[in-house]
């Protein structure tokens, strides 16, 4: 069973655009929500981090909105570049439970056209 | 500083062998999870151990195990290989075992079963 489910699969934008892409998660003992990106050939990278204590975090072009209630979340990243081209991932773990142990989504694979 | 190394780069076995991957965390730190990354599936969490004991285990068969020596170096082992286990198997370290912006992933390991 897929603890996060995630979407787009797959996401062309052109370069200046804004790319979205979300994802829902059922257990809500998650209190912490990373984003990864990772390009071929390398391990995932952390990108942008949030906590459900807050609706929004924003770090330089890209941002994540969080909707509790709906146990969803976001990642918009603004003025889309070529650079941006990537695998994206979502995740979510507990901090109740000892340990490190993500669940992530099944990847959105981002095309940024120039 | 070193980030998380994983060799080898890539692996080719036979069905049925058995296979090890070696992991060296990023120095200090004394959490290290395993992956498995595939097309379809995306990251799904093998293990995780801490201060040489594995503290977190995913749902994957008693074929794939692993240890993690006094130096924090994890080991991964598949044994009786099948064709399914073909992926991308990642390593990912962190200072502390608990859910941190510390997490690092290594560039992974791919094996292919033929």
């Known amino acids: 069973q897929q603890q996060v489910k995630q979407s787009p699969q797959s996401l062309i934008v052109q370069k200046g655009g804004i790319s979205i892409i979300n994802c829902a998660y059922e257990?809500?003992?998650?209190?912490?929500f990373p984003w990864y990106q990772q390009f071929p050939g390398k391990g995932p990278a952390l990108l942008i981090a949030i906590r459900p204590d807050v609706s929004e975090k924003k770090e330089g072009r890209f941002t994540i909105s969080f909707n509790k209630s709906a146990k969803q979340f976001s990642l918009h990243i603004m003025d889309s570049q070529p650079g941006d081209s990537a695998t994206y991932f979502c995740?979510?773990?507990?901090?109740?439970?000892?340990?490190?142990?993500?669940?992530f989504g099944t990847g959105t694979s981002l095309t940024v056209i120039p | 500083k070193a980030g998380v190394t994983q060799t080898p780069r890539y692996l080719i076995k036979t069905r049925g062998q058995q296979v090890t991957l070696s992991c060296s965390p990023i120095s200090g730190h004394r959490s290290v999870s395993w992956y498995q990354q595939t097309p379809g599936q995306g990251l799904q969490f093998l293990f995780e151990y801490f201060s040489e004991t594995q503290r977190n285990k995913g749902n994957f068969p008693g074929r794939f195990s692993g240890r993690q020596f006094s130096n924090s170096r994890s080991e991964m082992n598949v044994s009786t290989l099948e064709l399914g286990d073909s992926a991308l198997y990642l390593c990912a370290s962190s200072l502390e075992g608990v859910l941190s912006y510390g997490y690092t992933f290594g560039s992974g390991t791919r094996l292919t079963v033929v």
């Open positions: 257990n809500t003992a998650f209190d912490y």
């Open positions: 995740a979510a773990g507990s901090s109740r439970r000892t340990g490190n142990q993500f669940y």
